[in-house]
């Protein structure tokens, strides 16, 4: 069957791959592995975002829990983030996200967090895989475990994202597009509360339109909404609201790369950036490296995702690292990416600074991307002799001022080649060329 647990938890299309029988399967195996660890009356947390399917999954999840001897929490629908914070604040010893992020209604996921709020260690999880269907003897009586609801713990959430703030965000005027997701209600009122003026869209779930042409995927209702509304800048969550990506009043784009460049300024300045370094991923524009090096930032890279990402700044004490996609991590604040919490730290840098979001924007210039997905390839050639010469006679030809990345997927037979250079007709030629050695020698 292959391993169930990918880079971000438990996914796929709700009722087909992702049954109730498998959310209570993995349930009762985490509880034993729990157990096991010595604890013996856990406590479990349990979240989930508006789709349909959570409604049974969350069921199927309280009863597995439940039945297998742990107390729940039911916190109801609230963003990854916030079930990752409420999980040590609470005393949790396990916390349970039900999401597919960023994904279409049909899908779903199912996320396990350690009591500290971070996500399982592939060890864990592989424990937990290892242990489905085992026979075990359930508990009766008084040892079965109790449900209860705590829908109004989304507060203390709020209240946490709130102490975090430098100062207010008074005279500013946002427009949140939530996704029909996770954070339509906490999004909103956590902004009001810091004092912004909040205007919204996509914050009218109905279990079946989540990311549906709106959040941080679909980003042109958001900038005809700030354009019309004349608002200082809008904001863009997906489907969990565990990222963020950004809009100017002009209606101009402000992706991952370019935010972590605005917090990590305003957090070095400050003296709160650890080191002065970032943590940024591979797929980070070289425009974003080259402006935090003109800065004295140091960047240091990882693997793409931001489970590599957090493995850097645990393992090396940095607090502030990424995504291009906007996953940013402010580990002072946050076990997680948190776009509700980045986006608050970068409406009070807009107001601390008295400029605006273009305007601190322009501290990093974007280089041209181009990103071609060579389909149908073996991706176990991406080492090939003859695409490493290509690659080394491109990244010659670019010089300082571009870059080249082969990258083959992690779950299709499909080689990702990516090339940033000063004009996109550059970047365009030279990827094209690359993708046409990938087809030729990835066979």
């Not at 100017?248 to 002065?276: H, K, P, V, W, Y």
Request: one cysteine or more.
């Amino acid at each position: 069957m292959g391993r169930l647990f990918g880079t971000d938890g438990v996914r796929g299309v709700a009722g087909r791959d992702l049954t109730a029988e498998l959310a209570m399967d993995l349930s009762v195996a985490a509880a034993h592995v729990l157990r096991d660890a010595g604890r013996s009356r856990p406590l479990a947390v349990v979240g989930r975002d508006p789709r349909a399917s959570g409604e049974f999954l969350e069921a199927a999840v309280v009863a597995g829990l439940a039945s297998s001897g742990m107390d729940v929490l039911r916190l109801g629908v609230l963003p990854t983030p916030a079930v990752a914070y409420l999980t040590p604040a609470l005393g949790a010893d396990l916390g349970v996200m039900l999401s597919a992020s960023h994904n279409p209604a049909p899908d779903n996921g199912i996320k396990f967090l350690t009591r500290r709020g971070f996500k399982l260690p592939d060890a864990v999880e592989n424990e937990i895989e290892d242990r489905l269907g085992e026979p075990w003897e359930r508990p009766v009586g008084s040892a079965v475990g109790r449900v209860r609801e705590a829908y109004g713990e989304a507060n203390r959430y709020v209240a946490h994202l709130l102490t975090s703030l430098p100062h207010r965000l008074d005279g500013l005027r946002v427009v949140l597009d939530c996704a029909h997701g996770a954070a339509h209600m906490v999004a909103p009122e956590a902004l009001r509360r810091a004092g912004a003026q909040v205007d919204t869209i996509g914050t009218a779930p109905d279990g079946l339109n989540i990311n549906d042409g709106v959040g941080s995927t679909h980003l042109d209702p958001l900038k005809k909404a700030v354009v019309a509304k004349s608002a200082d800048l809008g904001i863009a969550y997906d489907g969990d609201a565990d990222r963020c990506l950004a809009v100017t009043g002009d209606g101009e784009e402000i992706d991952g790369d370019q935010i972590m460049a605005i917090l990590a300024l305003a957090m070095r300045s400050e003296g709160r950036l650890q080191q002065d370094t970032v943590v940024a991923t591979v797929m980070s524009n070289l425009g974003f490296k080259l402006a935090m090096r003109e800065a004295g930032v140091s960047v240091v890279e990882t693997a793409v995702g931001d489970r590599y990402v957090l493995e850097q700044m645990q393992e090396h004490g940095y607090n502030f690292g990424g995504e291009q996609s906007g996953h940013v991590i402010m580990l002072d604040h946050a076990t997680t990416g948190d776009g509700l919490l980045t986006s608050l730290h970068l409406l009070a840098a807009v107001v601390s600074s008295g400029r605006s979001l273009a305007e601190l924007a322009s501290v990093m210039t974007k280089l041209p991307q181009v990103l071609v997905n060579v389909r149908d390839v073996a991706k176990d050639q991406a080492a090939h002799p003859a695409l490493l010469a290509e690659v080394a006679l491109a990244e010659a030809e670019l010089g300082d001022t571009g870059r080249v990345l082969i990258r083959p997927s992690g779950t299709e037979p499909m080689i990702r080649v990516m090339v940033e250079a000063r004009s996109h007709e550059h970047a365009e030629t030279v990827a094209a060329r690359l993708a046409d050695t990938v087809r030729e020698v990835c066979r």
